[in-house]
């Protein structure tokens, strides 16, 4: 007869709190703005953010990977460009 005892080691867990809108992530991407605290989640990130471009801006050919980032460019760019449709 034996006693099992000192098997479960617990791990003290740490209570961290997160302080949102007090400490911003380090890392951010440039293109979408996406936040990262570790640099290789951003760095994976970008390498899906900048190889990915779903959206070209009809008059000049540019290519966006985010429909909001083309609709800036057209109205800053290209003003007198009117976007007929509208896909919802
Ligand atoms: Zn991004
Ligand atoms: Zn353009």
Redesign the pocket.
């Given at each position: 007869m034996y006693l099992d005892t000192g098997v479960l080691s617990a791990q003290p867990r740490h209570n961290q709190r997160l302080r949102l809108g007090d400490r911003q992530p380090p890392y951010s991407c440039t293109r979408c703005g996406r936040q990262y605290s570790h640099q290789p989640g951003l760095i994976r990130h970008r390498k899906q953010c900048e190889g990915r471009y779903d959206i070209q801006?009809p008059?000049?050919y540019?290519q966006f990977h985010r429909r909001d980032a083309c609709k800036q460019?057209?109205l800053s760019?290209?003003p007198d460009y009117t976007e007929n449709t509208t896909t919802a």
């Open positions: 801006c008059v000049c540019k460019h057209i760019k290209h």
